[in-house]
């Protein structure tokens, strides 16, 4: 049970000196060298900021997930963002919050030594504050962890399926590896934006690089090609192997009328040809 | 100062149509929704709040931001107290290519969000609740 | 109400939409467009969607409409300058637009009418 007098206690702790807090906070928290211990103390100062900023405003300890607590949060959350993006972990990031609770718990002590129950009622809100405050920066640290892992997959994804210019008004993207929806998604949108951008009437597919064909795959391709077509321009779907041919007629895979060519060569032919170009041996 | 996190619209008339689309467009600005994200929420709230209007006499949008496991989401609910959905399974048949379903969109709409749930009892009116995750 | 302006240009009637209609609008621009197929005998309606960000069923199933409309009446409707975003939400919401004539930009929407009347196309 937090009361005001406990809340204002723990509030003058960090009022009091803020550079004797920060000081034992690091040592607490053990920087393995003098640049860490340098980029500690900036996110110590910072945190220790907000904390008071927010304690200051009339936050409550105990309702950590409430509006008052929304900048504090994203002091939390730019901290565990930071160190997700050098590599570290989240244990690393909460060992560092709880570092807190020992140069806390002394100057509490000092203050409050002579009154054992506001001693007692303010260790235990700075304790269960800091908790909360650990536990955060782990749960957003896993989230931030996440959000890199999957921009960096994006990214790599977006690499190695380029949208290539073959010739005027003619696009083709080669399709490598697996296809799973999530890729298939992003290689649409990002298609079809190039063909609006360059207001390109043929999009090819190559599949020459993708081993199966299961209906799943093939919902996204038809997907992709109904959008080509909806947007005023058209596809051809090239690379079909033989064994992948024969996996479209066993699942029964409707492909709606969509050209079909078994090289890039021979779509690239029909391509130019379907937009007006004709391609003659230079004598 | 503290930014909203939940509200209401009115839908009872057109306007309140194109106002929920509005709305919700912003909305998914502030969650920093991809583009194609957005029109898909967007367009799936114009879909669901012309069914409030049409088929359920009026009623009202609710918004609010979520946030589960440091995940943000955008949750709308679609609420009437009309006639309610006499034939759930049928609402919920994909209509427009085959001639079926019921004309109500719930299939469309329901592939262009990430959750997707449906109350509703004949005489008693209908929600439709939809969720979109960042 | 605000009406959506239909401009001529020769035998084609161009519709530019750049705002987000209410039913309405979008009803009112069906039967506009209808009596002015009928009444100038335009051969060609270029529909430009360019500038909308969102497409949703009722649209969706008026531009149907239109296209329908002026195939009864003789003529050619293209609908030009979907955005990608669009095309995929009407996908994904099973949306095929079917019999509606699409294409990227007004120029080669121009292109496809001229085609089409050349070949006396009386719809497919």
New interface residues.
């Given amino acids: 049970m937090t009361t005001q007098r406990d809340t204002q206690a723990f509030l003058s702790t960090l009022d009091v000196a803020s550079d004797q807090l920060i000081g034992p906070w690091l040592d607490e928290a053990g920087a393995k060298d003098a640049a860490a211990r340098r980029s500690m103390e900036i996110e110590a100062k910072e945190i220790a900021g907000a904390l008071r900023s927010a304690l200051d405003g009339g936050a409550d300890p105990a309702s950590f997930q409430g509006p008052a607590w929304a900048s504090f949060r994203q002091v939390l959350e730019a901290l565990s963002r930071s160190r997700a993006a050098r590599g570290q972990t989240a244990g690393d990031t909460s060992l560092f919050i709880l570092a807190l609770k020992k140069p806390v718990f002394d100057s509490l002590q000092n203050e409050l030594a002579s009154d054992t129950p506001a001693l007692m009622g303010a260790i235990w809100a700075a304790t269960t504050l800091i908790d909360r405050i650990a536990q955060h920066t782990v749960s957003t640290f896993q989230q931030a962890r996440e959000d890199i892992i999957r921009r960096q997959q994006e990214e790599l994804l977006e690499l190695s399926t380029p949208v290539i210019k073959l010739w005027d008004g003619v696009l083709a993207v080669p399709m490598i590896g697996v296809l799973d929806s999530n890729r298939t998604q992003i290689v649409m949108e990002t298609l079809l934006q190039q063909i609006a951008d360059s207001e390109s009437e043929l999009a090819i597919i190559d599949i020459t690089g993708v081993p199966t064909v299961d209906t799943l795959v093939a919902q996204h391709l038809l997907k992709t090609v109904s959008a080509i077509r909806l947007m005023g321009a058209d596809c051809i779907i090239s690379g079909i192997r033989p064994q992948i041919a024969q996996t479209i007629v066993h699942l029964g895979i409707d492909l709606q009328g969509i050209t079909t060519k078994a090289t890039l060569a021979d779509a690239l032919s029909l391509a130019l040809q379907k937009t007006g170009w004709r391609v003659q041996r230079a004598e | 100062m503290d930014a909203e996190t939940s509200g209401a619209l009115p839908l009872g008339s057109e306007q309140n149509i194109v106002a929920s689309r509005q709305l919700v467009r912003t909305l998914c600005q502030q969650l920093k929704f991809s583009l194609v994200d957005q029109t898909k929420m967007v367009t799936a709230a114009s879909e669901l709040s012309r069914n409030t209007l049409v088929h359920g006499g009026g009623g009202q949008m609710r918004w609010e931001f979520l946030e589960r496991a440091g995940k943000r989401g955008l949750q709308l609910h679609f609420e009437d107290e009309g006639p309610g959905i006499p034939d759930m399974k049928l609402a919920l048949t994909d209509g427009w290519t085959s001639g079926g379903g019921m004309g109500l969109g719930l299939p469309g709409s329901k592939r262009l969000v990430n959750d997707f749930d449906v109350q509703s009892e004949p005489g008693k009116g209908t929600r439709v609740s939809i969720t979109r995750w960042k | 109400m605000e009406r959506i302006p239909i401009l001529r240009m020769g035998s084609v009637l161009l519709v530019t939409i750049q705002v987000?209609?209410?039913?309405?609008t979008a009803m009112a621009l069906q039967e506009d467009l209808a009596e002015k197929i009928a009444k100038t005998g335009a051969d060609g309606v270029l529909i430009d969607i360019s500038a909308l960000?969102?497409?949703?069923?009722?649209v969706g199933r008026m531009l149907a409409s239109i296209s329908g409309i002026a195939r009864i009446l003789s003529a050619t409707t293209v609908?030009?300058g979907?955005?990608?975003?669009?095309?995929?939400?009407?996908?994904?919401?099973?949306?095929?637009?079917e019999g509606v004539r699409?294409?990227?930009?007004v120029e080669?929407?121009v292109r496809l009418l001229e085609r089409s009347r050349r070949e006396l196309d009386f719809g497919r």
């Fill in positions: 987000d209609m209410q039913d309405q960000e969102i497409v949703d069923s009722f609908v030009v979907m955005q990608p975003a669009v095309a995929i939400t009407l996908v994904e919401l099973g949306l095929s637009l699409t294409a990227l930009n080669r929407g």
